[in-house]
């Protein structure tokens, strides 16, 4: 009889989440600070994209103007992409500088503008009125095109691989700002500016709540844009299913948004399936666990009819095992079948960091697994990444900041 040789276990690897780089902020526990409350100092002056259609009338009669005006301007601006008085020229000279700076006040300065070899993605740094910095990423598909935007210059949800989170909440963006990001980059399509049209009255088509900031911590703002954009009459007249708000979890929004009777397409940003490595990598999660937060989003679709997206950024010996990716699939087939598509997000190799990409098969396993267990996955594209625009990544350089001092607010 020979002897057996000895089982090896060999436990997986687990790398811990933690920030590099910079200190997280923590509070009096020692927990990562998390900040819900916006200061209410820098917002911007009131903007056609931040009132009602009926507001919007009643101010062009405050400014001396017949309602009928407050029409003309929408379609400037949401058709056009206009805000220059000069070629409103279907408006009386008299007063029309009046109305347009009442109602289109000025609210993004282009500071820098990043653009892929290829043309088909350009990153916006754009300057607040107040001097804040915050980012939009466009992107040019076969067939469409995504604005990822931001809602809040910063973020309070304090995230440790997020360059966003790092400097904390400055304030909450204007439901007009988030519109203008809009507006912007479909002047910029119009003129050409993404490489050669596929046909002449391309805009953007789809988009994605993933830049700067946490929408549902700037949820009133977010919700009237997101009106905004998919009002047929007085907006931009997009798809309700071409938008999608996401969320690291804010649960009792996750139940608002559901109530809105807006059908956008929801995305929760989990990253991990258990709360152990949850509490780590989304201080979120020590309000909401993983649980809560997938009620939620079941209680989304349910609400909707929607199917949800799962977003999970696949980080090398972090969240990237094999048991992950089992748990993962168990705990959303448990609230029900056809409810939810998972995007598994490879990130960039970052030799050196916590924070890199799993490899290849690491990461075909992962997506196998899930759709073996009957859980439509696909990895997604990361896009952007080039030119450090993907969801995670959108802060301001010290050099952006140089830039961005020495170019005046207009
Ligand atoms: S990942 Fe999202 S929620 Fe977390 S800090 Fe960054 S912007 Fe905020």
Known sequence: MTESSPVRTTKPRQVRPRAEGWTQRVDAEGKP???????KKGMPPVHLADLTPAQRVEKAVELGLPGFRAKQLEKHYFQHYTSDPAKMTDLPASGRDDLVAGLLP???TEVRRL????GDTIKFLWKLHDGALVESVLMRYPGRITLCVSSQAGCGMNCPFCATGQAGLTRNMSAAEIIEQVVRANAAIRAGELGPAEHPDERVTNIVFMGMGEPLANYNRVIQAVRTMVD???GLGMSARGVTVSTV??????????????????????????????DEMIPINSRWKVDEALDAAYRYFEKTGRRVSIEYALIKDMNDHAWRADLLATKLNERGHG???VNPIPLNPTPGSVWTASEKPVQREFVRRLNEAGIPTTLRDTRGKEIDGACGQLVATEEDREVASAVPVD
């Open 33 to 39: 600070l998390l900040q819900f409350a916006a200061p």
């Open 106 to 108: 000025h609210l993004l």
């Open 115 to 118: 653009q892929t070899d290829s």
């Open 232 to 234: 047929k009459e007085h």
């Open 249 to 278: 979890g804010l649960v009792p929004a996750i139940d608002k948004l559901a109530g809105e009777g807006i059908p956008v397409t929801f995305a929760l940003s989990l990253h991990a399936p258990d709360d152990h490595l949850r």
């Open 339 to 341: 409810w939810v598509h």
